[in-house]
């Protein structure tokens, strides 16, 4: 794709490829013999869960959640409305959220406590982009793909303005928001 605001690559193909290869055999050991189901975030976890999936070998389950963050459009609150629940009971299951970024942590924060309250036999947190430079709650996150300074992210799921996230690396967005 050719666009002068497609910046610096942070995360190749190459490496996105093998790093979710790494997370799914690591995913299907922890959970041999158990009931997974796996949580995308919507929008922006889509093309990671179904490339992580792929390299889970037990049996899952893939249910959604799409989250609204009230703010700016940079800088999250922590102040969260669901726009899309899960369809199904994770009641005494192991749920697994997969988000595309983490970034203050206040968003993943809310749904963790949201889905504790349903009871699921155990709840872990698998994300593809850490920014520990913005974090402003501390998160258990059990699987990182990576982590990145910094600076707003696209590609791979993460968009500006709903586009770019079909770029297959991750990239930083030129004259863009200081950070996601």
Do not use: W
Request: a negative charge.
């Amino acid at each position: 794709m050719s666009d002068d605001r497609i910046g610096e690559v942070l995360v190749t193909r190459e490496d996105l490829s093998r790093r979710v290869e790494e997370l799914g055999g690591e995913i299907s050991r922890d959970y041999e013999g158990r009931d997974l189901v796996l949580v995308g975030v919507l929008k922006g976890a889509v093309l990671f869960l179904a490339d992580l999936m792929r390299h889970i070998t037990v049996p899952c389950e893939v249910d959604f959640m799409a989250v609204s963050s009230y703010g700016s459009s940079t800088d999250s609150s922590g102040v969260v409305r669901i726009l899309k629940d899960l369809d199904a009971s994770i009641e005494g299951r192991d749920v697994l959220i997969v988000e595309d970024i983490i970034d203050s942590g206040l968003t993943l924060q809310y749904l963790i406590r949201n889905l504790n309250v349903r009871s699921p036999r155990s709840l872990e947190v698998c994300a593809l982009l850490t920014k520990p430079e913005r974090r402003r709650v501390d998160l258990p996150t059990r699987y990182v793909g990576f982590e990145i300074p910094n600076r707003f992210a696209i590609g791979y799921g993460l968009d500006h303005a709903q586009k770019y996230r079909n770029l297959d690396y991750v990239a930083v967005l030129e004259d863009g928001p200081d950070h996601a």
